[in-house]
């Protein structure tokens, strides 16, 4: 069949985009996104270049700019040509040279997809089957999982791959045949990125071995992206069972984690959203044979062993945090909001409010009051005791968590801390049979 109509059956079965589609290609000079550009053309897709001139390579940088920019010429097709500083940027964000390039590219193409006039935009790869290969090889041996394997989608996020059914060398037949000219960038040639290595060196070695090993391997990608079709099914199910939302934490039950087949897999799906790496998941498993308080972090979580359950939370606490409360009214706060107000009771009348309710004899309390985190050799007297008690050994006993230990506030009078919104009030400010003016605060968290 010929190289074209491969091309828009495959368009065709992947459901890429819609005939009407604007087609932003990416289009550096080299074989692959010659012959893409050639193919939309053929087939008459309504089409813009992207070119990217990354600095990297001097003259050949140059060249290629140029080359593309005629290129654009000879076939009436818009261009659009951007220049970035990719050593500056790798070196401000700390990323490889080929990560900034990869960052800058994509982040710039998007922009273009956004605001494109004519709708709906693609951008469109010339990624073909061999780079789909390599891939999963250089996925392989990096250590990734299922998604790894299976490689590049065809579209994905508005990014299209409609070459992906191509080898390197199909592609170089259609080219001959079609008299198309290219230019080859030369650091393609060099080994020391690992890709290219795999491409010179590995991927030879197994075609002498395994003749015709390109078919077979990419049967291997598609019955692997199936594969992982059925995998985030089953996770996804396993994910809705286990793990619980409250708040901005998620609660695991240690028990029914471990009770799966696969928990280290099952625990790193549910834990890589929230920035844990693979290498992370035995460590985070390992915490459900320890005690409770333990964690491992991620940049911005921890998953916290707490009795039974890991806790999985956000990093940031509410450490020396406070407000100045000098009148009754609404208090908003970057944790929630407090609402102070006076009532009027009847001498003797019973009011049991819920945790979030305080109510206190106005005769014991004046103003200012201050809301703010509690510290260590914090104390109070918790109504109905006699007795002082540091607030350390209240939270052990009604069983907090270490985020909520850590997230824990206090309503202080004059060094007094009168109440523990959510939890507790201090006896000493307590309504009496003979109170009839009462302050209710009332907390509500975000």
């Known amino acids: 069949m010929h190289l074209l109509d491969s091309f828009r059956k495959f368009i065709e079965a992947e459901k890429l985009f819609p005939a009407r589609a604007h087609l932003l290609l990416a289009v550096s000079g080299g074989l692959d996104s010659v012959v893409l550009l050639d193919l939309c053309r053929e087939a008459g897709y309504s089409l813009e270049i992207l070119h990217c001139n ?110 992906l059914f191509a080898t390197r060398e199909q592609l170089a037949d259609y080219a001959r045949e079609r008299g198309l000219q290219w230019v080859e960038d030369s650091s393609n040639a060099s080994d020391k990125y690992a890709r290219n290595y795999l491409r010179h060196q590995l991927v030879p070695v197994v075609k002498k071995i395994f003749p015709g090993v390109e078919q077979q391997l990419a049967d291997n990608l598609q019955r692997l992206r199936e594969t992982e079709m059925i995998y985030r099914q089953a996770i996804g199910r396993i994910r809705q069972s286990l793990v619980t939302q409250k708040g901005q934490e998620y609660h695991i039950p240690v028990l029914k984690l471990l009770q799966q087949a696969a928990p280290r897999t099952v625990l790193y799906e549910i834990i890589r959203d929230f920035g844990f790496s693979p290498a992370q998941a035995s460590e985070v498993l390992a915490l459900c044979s320890s005690t409770s308080g333990h964690y491992v972090a991620s940049a911005t979580y921890r998953v916290i062993r707490n009795r039974a359950w890991l806790v999985i939370a956000p990093q940031a606490g509410i450490a020396d945090s406070w407000l100045l ?36 004899d106005t005769r014991q309390v004046q103003f200012p009051l201050l809301l703010r985190s509690w510290k260590q050799g914090d104390y109070f007297y918790p109504l109905g005791m006699g007795k002082k008690k540091k607030l350390a050994r209240f939270f052990i006993d009604q069983k907090f968590s270490k985020t909520q230990k850590e997230q824990a506030l206090v309503v202080e009078m004059d060094k007094k801390i009168i109440w523990i919104p959510g939890h507790r009030i201090d006896d000493r400010f307590k309504i009496r049979p003979s109170t009839t003016s009462i302050w209710k605060l009332q907390w509500t968290p975000l």
């Open 54 to 163: 990354f600095s990297l390579r001097g003259e050949e940088s140059q060249r290629d700019e140029i080359f593309v920019t005629q290129l654009a010429h000879t076939y009436g097709v818009p261009v659009q040509v951007q220049l970035f500083d990719t050593l500056s940027y790798a070196e401000s964000n700390g990323v490889p040279v080929q990560v900034a390039a990869r960052e800058l590219r994509y982040s710039w193409f998007e922009e273009q997809r956004i605001q494109s006039s004519v709708q709906p935009a693609f951008i469109v790869t010339g990624h073909h089957l061999d780079d789909n290969i390599e891939t999963s090889l250089y996925n392989y041996f990096k250590g990734t999982g299922i998604a790894g394997l299976r490689g590049m989608l065809p579209v994905r996020d508005h990014i299209a791959r409609p070459l």
């Open 325 to 360: 409360i000098e009148k009754p009214g609404t208090f908003t706060t970057q944790w929630g909001q407090l609402r102070v107000e006076q009532l009027n009771i009847e001498p003797g009348e019973v009011i049991t409010p819920d945790p979030s309710i305080a109510l206190l």
